[in-house]
């Protein structure tokens, strides 16, 4: 008898749990009649600022619109250059070039995939205005050395923090580390709404005015109908946001579900010919947001799971520089070794906080036995 197959995320699980308590709530704010920056906005943005130990969150459409608030917030824009990594989703770099700005790749370090601080500092021009690093899977870059790098060369710090919610770096979490975080609520995330939403942090005053301000359209707050900044509409809705907040009432125990399922497979997949994800340490602390591993034969295998019933996914097989959008700047793939390594061998397994022990078990049965054929 086959065994039931295994999703690489399980949306439907987790809405299920907590269908009633979802529906009430959108319902609510739907017949509330304030669909846009209402009560339920200005709840989810005090109670995210809090979890986070930040003084400000400001809602938006989007992550992508949350990269983009920031910079144009920090007041990133034409002629201005934001190194950032090629190994990430293509919102990171869209989201610098609709600013203005011209974005600009550093390598990542083999182990976390993150911005490598070396590669960085090789980039840094009379140009550069920012660094953009990503925290990749849910492990935060190296913000002690970024941020002395942007010390060093006067530089703003703004984290993408799409995969990252309730990661941290000696204690600070992630979106509190550099001068803004940009996250995202994509389904998918560690917290998902359901469609699209994001947000910015910060606990610099100035930015998080400029913030509210620029996704509103650029509206002066007191005087209604007055522009002082040249913004757009990308505002998370009511809906959203009262979703959210439900949600987000269990995101430390789902986190804590997602850090023992990571330790289970760490502990089983031991002695593979592949390199597991950084563990959590006493100074980093990973969020999982997807577990991902670095494989010998990583599409044979990937093949292998998925005769076997098992989803998996690869983020991401394509870098940024290589991407038909970018063909016309002209990068060569040389000047990324690592990122071009990396990319032929990472996969990631399933991850969601629902996923049993026993999904776990087969999963990791599976990989052995590929590799033991």
């Not at 610099?204 to 509210?212: E, G, H, N």
């Not at 430390?252 to 089983?268: C, D, G, M, S, V």
């Not at 989803?311 to 990068?331: D, T, W």
Request: overall charge neutral; some cysteine; hydrophobic content about 40%.
């Amino acid at each position: 008898m086959s065994q039931p197959p295994i999703a690489f995320f399980d949306i439907q699980r987790q809405h299920d749990s907590l269908r009633t308590e979802l529906n009430a709530a959108a319902l609510d704010a739907l017949n509330s009649m304030q669909w846009l920056l209402g009560p339920q906005t200005e709840k989810f943005e005090k109670d995210f600022a809090a979890l986070l130990g930040v003084k400000h969150c400001i809602s938006c459409s989007s992550g992508a619109s949350a990269i983009q608030l920031a910079l144009m917030a920090a007041g990133i824009g034409p002629n201005d250059e934001v190194i950032t990594s090629p190994f990430t989703f293509i919102a990171t770099t869209s989201s610098i070039t609709l600013t203005g700005a011209k974005f600009v790749f550093a390598d990542i370090e083999p182990d976390t995939c993150a911005l490598s601080v070396q590669s960085i500092e090789q980039k840094i021009t009379a140009k550069t205005k920012a660094i953009l690093p990503v925290h990749l899977y849910g492990y935060p870059a190296n913000m002690p050395a970024i941020k002395a790098l942007a010390e060093k060369y006067h530089l703003t710090v703004i984290e993408d923090c799409a995969q990252s919610l309730l990661a941290s770096v000696q204690g600070t979490k992630t979106g509190g580390l550099g001068h803004a975080g940009a996250f995202s609520f994509y389904p998918s995330k560690n917290l998902g709404a359901c469609g699209d939403a994001g947000a910015i942090t910060t606990n610099d005053d100035i930015l998080a005015q400029r913030c509210r301000s620029l996704r509103h359209g650029g509206r002066n707050q007191e005087r209604e109908y007055e522009h002082t900044l040249e913004g757009s509409t990308l505002r998370m809705d009511e809906v959203q946001a009262a979703i959210l907040r439900v949600k987000l009432k269990h995101l430390p125990e789902w986190t804590k579900a997602r850090q023992q399922i990571a330790a289970l497979y760490a502990e089983r997949l031991q002695g593979l010919p592949l390199a597991l994800p950084p563990a959590s340490t006493a100074d980093y602390t990973h969020a999982y947001c997807v577990y991902t591993i670095q494989a010998s034969q990583r599409d044979l295998l990937k093949q292998y799971l998925k005769e076997n019933g098992i989803a998996s996914a690869i983020y991401y097989p394509v870098p940024l520089y290589r991407q038909p959008a970018y063909q016309h700047l002209g990068f060569e793939a040389k000047d990324f070794p690592v990122t071009e390594k990396v990319c032929q061998k990472v996969l990631s397994l399933p991850m969601f906080p629902e996923l049993t022990r026993q999904e776990v078990f087969r999963i990791c049965d599976t990989v052995r036995a590929f590799y033991k054929k």
